[in-house]
């Protein structure tokens, strides 16, 4: 067949995790390798049901009993933060492709098994920060999942201190980092807030944002994740190794 007829017939659309040029349903977004590996990636079995670290057989969760979870009541996600999910997280904030949350939104949508919550709450960026990147990742997987759930959202946090990259912090330098760089600028008496990142790594952002939450008066703050990074969840207090910029 001529490649411009093939071309016209069967337009070629790139995947939004691997950037392969594939001859994919102009209406998916991912290749089906991809899609195989997100799957692969779904974090089911072995886990601490609180946090959704893996276990070892026998023993109490180290990320729990680090304090991993302080202020935070649970946590959801739907991945483990490797391979496809973590190029197409890395998609969605450094490649801004927009279009990347929407999958990421269902499957978060899925993990969270009918719990019940009054509303979601974006970590926010900083100003500056949102200016160079033109949008908040984790506003647009609430505008989702507001959708989705019918779960309305609420920007109650501001970030008011710009914070270093956390991925080149040890992880006393990173509750430094953050702390006091959230501050809530709405009430929240009595909501069951559900907070809502990209990616869950050390758990310091989430820490400093559900402080904030509660100082707010919100009675229960839960977290969801597209992901969570499996290497920092057994050693929440010696987590210094090198990950893309959270
Ligand atoms: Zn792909
Ligand atoms: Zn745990």
């Known amino acids: 067949m001529d490649e411009r007829l093939r071309a016209l017939l069967f337009p070629r659309a790139r995947c939004l995790a691997c950037d392969e040029p594939r001859e994919i349903d102009a209406g998916a977004d991912l290749c089906d390798g991809c899609l195989a590996e997100l799957d692969a990636l779904r974090l089911t079995g072995g886990l601490c049901s609180h946090c959704l670290s893996p276990l070892r057989a026998g023993q109490a969760c180290a990320y729990c009993a680090g304090g991993g979870m302080l202020g935070l009541d649970a946590a959801y996600a739907p991945y483990r933060y490797h391979g496809a999910s973590q190029r197409l997280i890395a998609g969605l ?46 506003a647009l997987l609430c505008g989702h999942l507001q959708r989705l759930l019918g779960l309305p959202t609420e920007g109650a946090l501001i970030k008011a201190k710009r914070t270093h990259q956390q991925s080149s912090l040890s992880h006393e330098e990173r509750e430094d980092n953050v702390s006091n760089a959230y501050v809530a600028v709405r009430p929240l008496y009595g909501k069951k807030v559900l907070l809502v990142d990209d990616v869950r790594t050390t758990g310091s952002t989430a820490r400093a944002c559900a402080r904030e939450l509660r100082r707010a008066g919100a009675v229960s703050v839960c977290l969801l994740t597209a992901a969570v990074a499996a290497r920092y969840s057994s050693a929440p207090q010696s987590s210094s190794s090198s990950l893309p910029p959270a």
């Open 93 to 138: 904030k450094f490649r801004r492709l927009r279009r990347a949350a929407l999958p990421l939104a269902e499957a978060m949508a899925d993990s969270l098994h009918g719990a019940g919550f009054d509303l979601t709450v974006p970590v926010p960026l900083h100003a500056d920060d949102l200016r160079d990147r033109g949008f908040n990742q984790s």
